[in-house]
Structures are given as C-alpha cells and as structure tokens.
C-alpha cells in the first residue's frame, strides 16, 4: 500500500470546527477519517454511538415510566420513518423490563439529545447503537421493581423474581404487580451498569421472535396516524414557497399583485437570502400564505418572479455526465493502492474494461417535505418529519435568533425519509413564516414539483474500471476510478472529492482478494444540493462492481457466481484500515472487520434458494450481485422475463441477508422486501436530469418509481440466523438496497445478451 | 357548500374548484387522507365517491356536493373496508404507512366491485397507488386475506 487517502482537509472558508460540527450534525456519516485522526490526536478515538454528537443515555427514569393502571409508556428517541424503530426499540426495553407487551405504549421524544442521547436516525444505526443502552434501560427498571418488592415483604432480593408485569416471590407465593410497585421504584436509585444483571439471550420474550405487530398499525390504517403533514389547529395558515430553481438562485424582482388578490390568500412573503453553503438553508423564493394549501398553490401559479440563477444556471447533467466520464477516463488521486497494477496489467493475457453511469436519484418520499410551526409568547414549537431533530431544533433556533430552550421540536411520524428529512430546511420554512406571521400556526407543504425540483439528490458518479486477467480467467490486475460530487459541498462547496464516509461505501473497502489493485478518486464538483439517498454512494460502486463481475465472469466463459465466489476468496476477516477505510461506519475496526466468510455466505446462501443455474426459457433468466455496507452482508437474485419489446417484469427476488443478531426479525424483512422495490425502481426509472440549473422532472409521470404491477409478486428474504448476542450488530435499513440494481442488469445480459451499463434501463433491454 | 362525508352532512365554504383534499385537509381538519402529487399519478389522497374510487387532489369541491364521500377515517364502518383495515394489520403491511390509507380506500373499491379479485385484478386497481417504501407483496397478500374473510362471513 502506498496511497494514503487524502481525507485529512478542511475546505477553503471554513473552519475546521464548523466543518466537523457540520458534518456530525450529519450524524456521523461524514465523521469520516478527518474526524476520527483529529480525535487521534486528541484522545482515544470513539465508535459508535459514543462517536456521535450526545453520544447515548441509558437512564430508565429518561426513558420508562409505570402508571397507576400499569401500563409502561416507553420513550422513543429516533425517527419512525418505516423502518420499525418504535416497535423495534420499546421492543428491547419492554423485553428487559419484563413487561407485557400488551400493557406498553409508545411516545415520541422531542428534539433534546442532552437528555436522550444522539437522535440522528440515518446511518441505518438505530438498533445497531441503542440496542445495549435500551436493554440496560429496561434491566435496570426491571431490577428497581424487583429491589422495591423485596423491600415491601421485607425478604432479600435475591428470593424475588419479575416476570411478566409482576414480581414474585416464590417461597410464599405472593406477587405484586408494577402497577404497584412503580412509585415506590421508581425512588430507589438506578443501579450501576456493572451491577446489571442483563438476560441471556434465551431468556428473550420478544426480541428476536418476531410476531409482535407494528405499534402503528391501527392508527395508520385508519387514518389517525399523524405525520408532519397532519397537525392542525383552527386558526392555521397555509404555505407553499416558490423557491430559487437553481441553487444559489436569488429573487430579482417579484410582482406579488395577482397572487395577492386570489381566494384565500393572506400574505405574500420573500424568503431570506441564499447563502454560499448550501447547508440545510431554505432556498431563496416567495412564500403565498393563505386558507388552505390548495388556494396558496394556485395562487403561487399567478406569481411573477425574475430569478437571478447565479453560478449554477448553465448546469446541464448531459454535459456534466461527459464530463464526468472523461475524468473517470483519466488519472485521479490515488486512495488505495496494492501491489503493481501497472506491471500486473503488461502481465496479463487480456485486459478488459467497462465505464458505468448512474445519475442523479430524487428520494420522492410520499410525504414531500412538510412542516407545521407556531410560535406563542417567544416559544416557537415546530411539528416536523424529521430525521435529525436536534439539528432541526438548533438550524429553527439560529434563524429565528431565539434560544435553543424556546424552540421545541415535536417529532411527527415521517411518510418516508429515505435521506431526505435528515435535512430540515422545510422545517426551518415553517418557523420563519409563522414568525412572519405574528406566531400564528403556519404549515409549509411542498407540492411534488418542489420536491423534485429542489431535493438533496442523490450523487451522479462515472465509474470506470479495467481488470487484467490471466489465461485462467482470473483478476491479477484492477483498476477501478470513482468520479462523483461529494454530499459535503453542501456544507463546503469547494469539496471536490468524495470524502471518507463515501470511499467507504463500497469503494475503498472492497475485500476481494486481487494481488494488483488501485482505486482512484478524479476531482468533481457539485452544481446542485447532494444529499444521502438511502444507502449513498454504495449505489454506484455496487453497481459498477457487481456488473463488472459478472462481466469478467462471463468473459472468461465460468458460471458467475464460482467466478465470484473465487474473487472473494477464502474466508477471513479483514482489518478495514488495511483497506485504507478508516471510516468503517464510525465503528471500531476490530469490532468490525470486514468478514469475507459472511460475504461467501449470503452468495451461497441466495443462490440456493433462488436455484441458481436452473435453465430459463427465451427471455428469462437470472442475476446475482452482493455487497457489503453498514456493517451487513446483502446478497441478491434477481429473475426476469423480458418480452420481444424490451418490458421487464420481474417475477422473483430472492435476498439473502446477514446483519448479525436480529431484534426484529418481521421488520427486518419488511426493510429488505422494500429496499428490492426501492433498488428497481432506480434501476429501472431513476433519474433526475438538469438543464440550464433547472430539474426537469416534475412529477410521478417524468419521475417513475416502481408502482405494483411492475413489482415483484415473489419477494422471498432469507435471513442468516446469528444467535450470538454479542456479536456486534450491522445495519438494516439501507444495506438491502445496493445489490439490487447490478442483480437486475446481470439478469437482464442472462436473458438478452444485453449488458446495461448506464442507469436507469428504461428501455435498454429491447432487443436490437 | 353541505357535502355528505362518512354518514355526516358537514357545511363548508370554500371556492367551487378547490380541490376535495384540501377541504378534508385544510378546512374541515380530516387530515387522514395525504397529498403526494396534486396530479391524480400517486393514489394518496385516494376517497371515495359513490363508492368509486376518486383522487381527491384533483376533484374539484363541487362535484363531490350532493354525493356521498367515504374517507380512510370512516371506511371502516363498511364490512369490506373493517376486513381490510383488519388484514393490513395482521400481515403487518405499512412501512412509514403515508400512502396506505390511499392503498386501503383502493383496495375497498376493488373488492366492492370484485369480491374475489385475481392478481390481474388486484395489479389493475392498485398501479395508481404509489408506495415508496415498497410494501406491495404485502397489499398483495392483504387483499386476498380481506376477500377471504369478507366471503367467509357472507
């Protein structure tokens, strides 16, 4: 190894203590190498939980409380955006408390990381940080309860035993219930984790089973659910925003006077300024504040606004995916580097290539970004679907100059978050339009267009990758360059290669044994908001490694998944800084190597149960790929049946999947089956284009996602048992995302002969 | 305007062409039904009138006066949409659950129409919903079990 990554930096115009606020307001994603080496040098580096901003709170007093009636209510302090966290999480506390599921309710925490700890749900880490601090919760109320039994029958501790909402004593056959026993519990001091006495692991009532319904459920299906969209108040105003539709874009002129005199509308507002950084600012535009939703947005239609565009306005993403795809071309700096690639490809029989495109992806979640705000004797309160509340809470704070003890954030259930509601600028809309107001409860929607038209996109990335083989047919040579723009040009615009989290992603840490190997980073730079899509950058690096996979293997003329199971190699663990992946997801690298005979498996695993190698009829046939992010081992095949004008049904999707101990498994697979349509639809439709700065979709018609008919029937998960509980958990709601692209195109050559190397297909299977 | 929602007569006044969403949503506080485009193309804001199903984003106030209006909040006093409501949590279908009370007043006038529904059926009454966090197999399975149990209890 020769290259060291270049991730130590701080761009120009910021201080290096903005940036790393910044980027740990991120949650982490970015805490990257440059955080990590600081740390370094300071003290002991912290993974994990510990390594984020307010770290964890494992205080059962924070987080439980009994009533009089017994019900156990159980705080949740992260964002349910449908990936289960509010059952998922009570779930572990209810199950070391000993509570009966069935007498446990849920409530949300507001944004307050000093009391509940770190609240940032992305990074797919929920469970994975909090599932030790959770269970110590509910340990140590269960001890409590057990401790203030003891003391009313006057027996020592050690001869009482809770289970199941009461304690016993067995000796005497007497029992009291919590209902009884909480407030007298609740007095006695909080035990000392080291005097925890936590479950084993076949003591689990609930964790792990599965079986349990979402906590949910009812209200969602019948209509009580409340998401950031529904709070409502009488005297509430509503709010759509014609924002700048180019980044940096200001406001020239606006003539308001039509708009003005529509039914309804009540104010016509121009937002703040923009800024240099992007950040989580609301863009700049004009606010149409009026009765209903409805009357602002036609009466928006009735503004006449000249823009100024700025730098961006000439951004055009066909003339940037050329140029992207020219730099991948050319040399880049170098992050990793093994071997002799040069020697090793004058060495080698053959030398093949390929270049992959994937564009820009919008999160189009089906709640678009929504925020309610009011403001009551300088308390301002906000009702948002957010995925960072604590950021959400300062960034409201800062742009209204109040105290961050005035603002209060409740925390709505998110109609999809995927990313995107990690960045609370429609959040900061909704406060500043109701301070507008006099306080009155204002509600800021954004309409589909909006959200299309100014999400945090997805990166755009040309892969270019080469390989050397021998006349066996195997890799002695690789050569891989990822070109994409950072998602930290949004808090450093000036940012101009990926940084630490996004190498990490797949790229830099790829474990395949290859005695020859270099990667490179070529520069580019961002000319519209990035943002993390879940599962980020390991979209493109596992679309572009598993199809040239599969493409080295069908050119030395051997079964796909041999060839790949050959280029893993043997099972061993891998230190992942021996990869130069000093970020590994923010966690130890000892905890967490990359462990390549779980890698084997899930290959081994998908492949028998979705009987790889069955013969398929004209049109048919199937594709693998697997890949390794957030700590979880993901492996897919996907099946087509491809008509004579190119359509693409997929009839089956087969996932297998290892993530370590499972605590819910039923959400668990409900994340994967998800992540399979969420990785076809951006196979299939995913892209957002850009001409003069402008996106030009505007809706679900330009913007396809995969709708029923286009969806699997079959969706079958295979999830690897792990019962070791103290095995270190990986992550579970992105990692099911990135093989699933690569797998449909590998299926795609398996039918048609065809090999899709540009996202999305569209129409690419048709037959010549 | 006196529209006829879930069995109530409810007065409101609003402009003719203002979309039914937004007098759910905006004026009369009914926030079960979503809005997730504003063009009839995703299926949230799914209710129904006359027992067909209607995108209320794009219906215009007044044409739904004088009819009768189902929403998510009271579909489940009818059998049909009670045996759905039922299976969609048995088979534990939402995810972050945004678009499924669209989903469900969907799923209603399909098996209003089609007790028995094939998957053809069910693909061809379903494709104008829209789920992002991909729980079709799951509606899928939903709606079979609703029908089942809709025709056991005739």
């Known amino acids: ?768 | 305007m006196e529209l006829q929602i879930n069995d109530q007569r409810v007065t409101v006044t609003a402009e003719a062409d203002l979309p039914l969403l937004w007098v759910l949503r905006d004026l009369l506080g009914m926030t079960g039904t979503k809005f997730g485009c504003g063009m009839a193309l995703c299926g949230a804001c799914t209710v129904l009138v006359d027992g067909q199903a209607v995108r209320s984003c794009v219906l215009p106030v007044a044409q739904a006066a004088g009819k009768k209006i189902t929403t998510i909040e009271g579909v489940g006093s009818t059998p049909v949409g009670a045996a759905l409501q039922g299976a969609w949590q048995e088979i534990n279908v939402p995810q972050c659950g945004y678009c499924q009370a669209g989903q469900i007043m969907s799923a209603t006038a399909l098996l209003q129409v089609t007790p028995q529904p094939s998957d053809a059926d069910i693909e061809a009454a379903m494709s104008g919903n829209i789920c992002r966090c991909g729980t079709y197999t799951r509606i899928r399975a939903a709606i079979k079990q609703a029908a089942t149990h809709v025709g056991q209890t005739k």
């Open chain 1, 1 to 768: 190894m020769s290259a060291v990554p270049d991730t130590f930096f701080v761009p120009k115009g910021v201080t290096r203590r903005e940036f790393l606020q910044r980027l740990q307001a991120m949650g982490g994603l970015l805490l990257v190498a440059d955080g990590l080496q600081i740390a370094k040098a300071a003290d002991a580096p912290k993974y994990g939980a510990e390594g984020m901003p307010h770290g964890t709170v494992d205080n059962p007093l924070v987080f439980l409380t009994i009533g009089d009636d017994g019900w156990v209510t159980i705080v949740v302090h992260r964002s349910e955006m449908g990936q289960g966290v509010r059952t998922g999480m009570p779930l572990i506390v209810a199950d070391e408390l000993e509570a009966d599921w069935a007498k446990v309710r849920v409530e949300q925490a507001p944004a307050d990381e000093d009391k509940y700890g770190n609240q940032d749900t992305d990074g797919s880490r929920s469970t994975r940080h909090f599932l030790d601090p959770m269970r110590r919760c509910g340990a140590a109320a269960r001890m409590m309860l057990e401790q203030a039994a003891a003391l009313s029958w006057n027996v020592p501790v050690g001869e009482v035993r809770a289970l199941n909402h009461e304690v016993q004593h067995q000796k005497t056959a007497r029992k009291l219930s919590y209902a009884t026993l909480a407030k007298r519990a609740a007095k006695l001091p909080v035990p000392t984790p080291s005097a925890l006495r936590l479950k084993t692991s076949g003591e689990f009532r609930y964790v792990g089973k599965g079986g349990v319904p979402i906590i949910d459920g009812h209200d969602i299906v019948t209509g009580k659910a409340q998401y950031g969209s529904d709070p409502w108040f009488k005297d509430m105003c509503f709010a759509v925003i014609a924002r700048s539709p180019v980044l940096g874009g200001s406001v020239r002129e606006f003539d308001g006077e039509a708009a003005a005199a529509a039914p309804g509308v009540q104010k016509i507002l121009r937002m703040p300024a923009p800024v240099a950084k992007a950040t989580f600012h609301p863009l700049a535009g004009i606010a149409v504040i009026a009765n209903s939703t409805g009357a602002a947005i036609a009466a928006r239609k009735l503004l006449k606004i000249q823009w100024d565009d700025g730098a961006n306005g000439s951004y055009d993403s066909d003339a940037y995916r050329a140029a992207l795809q020219e730099s991948a071309r050319n040399p880049g700096k170098v992050v990793r580097e093994s071997g002799n690639v040069d020697t090793a490809f004058k060495a080698a029989a053959r030398t093949i290539e390929a270049e992959y495109y994937i564009p820009h992806i919008a999160h189009a979640t089906m709640e678009p970004p929504c925020a309610a705000a009011r403001i009551i004797a300088g308390k301002c309160e906000v009702w948002a679907p957010t995925q960072a509340p604590q950021v959400t809470r300062e960034d409201v704070a800062k742009h209204l100059g109040f105290p961050l003890e005035n603002v209060t954030i409740h925390v709505t259930l998110l109609g999809g978050g995927f990313g995107r509601k990690s960045k609370p600028d429609f959040a900061i809309e909704a406060a500043i339009l109701s301070q507008a107001m006099d306080g009155r409860p204002v509600k800021v929607t954004w309409t589909r267009e909006d959200d299309l038209h100014h999400d945090f996109l997805h990166t755009v990335s040309a892969e270019y990758l080469r390989a050397g083989v021998g006349a066996d047919g195997k890799v002695s040579a690789w050569l891989h360059r990822s070109v994409a723009p950072s998602l930290a040009t949004i808090f450093a615009p000036s940012t101009n290669h990926e940084v630490g989290a996004e190498l990490g992603m797949g790229f830099i840490n790829m474990p395949y044994d290859i005695p020859n190997l270099r990667l490179e980073n070529p520069e580019a730079s961002a000319h519209c908001r990035i943002g993390w899509f879940r599962s980020v950058s390991n979209i493109p690096h596992a679309f572009a490694v598993q199809s040239f996979v599969a493409e080295l293997a069908a050119n030395a003329n051997k079964d796909h998944r041999d060839y790949l199971l050959e280029l893993i190699g043997p099972a061993r663990k891998i230190d992942p800084k021996s990869l130069h992946d000093d970020w590994n997801h923010g966690e130890s690298p000892q905890r967490y190597p990359v462990d390549t005979g779980r890698l084997r498996q899930v290959v081994e695993t998908v492949t028998q149960e979705a009987k790889w190698g069955k013969t398929f009829a004209r049109g048919r046939g199937q594709g693998l790929a697997v890949h390794y992010s957030f700590l979880s081992y993901t492996a897919a095949v996907v099946e087509v049946d491809i008509d004579d004008q190119g359509r693409i049904l997929v009839p089956r999707v087969d996932v297998a999947f290892d993530c370590g101990p499972q605590v819910n498994p039923e959400r668990i697979r409900s994340q994967l089956e998800g992540a399979v349509i969420m990785g076809l639809s951006l196979a299939m439709f995913g892209e957002i284009t850009f001409k003069n700065g402008r996106s030009q979709q505007d809706n679900f018609h330009q913007y396809r996602v995969t709708r029923m008919s286009e969806a699997p029937r079959e969706i079958r998960v295979h999830l690897i048992p792990q019962s070791d509980w103290s095995m270190p958990l990986g992550g579970v709601g992105e990692p099911g995302v990135p093989p699933v692209a690569p797998a449909l195109c590998n299926a795609v050559f398996a039918a048609t002969g065809k090999r899709i190397r540009r996202l999305p297909i569209r129409d690419q299977a048709k037959r010549a």
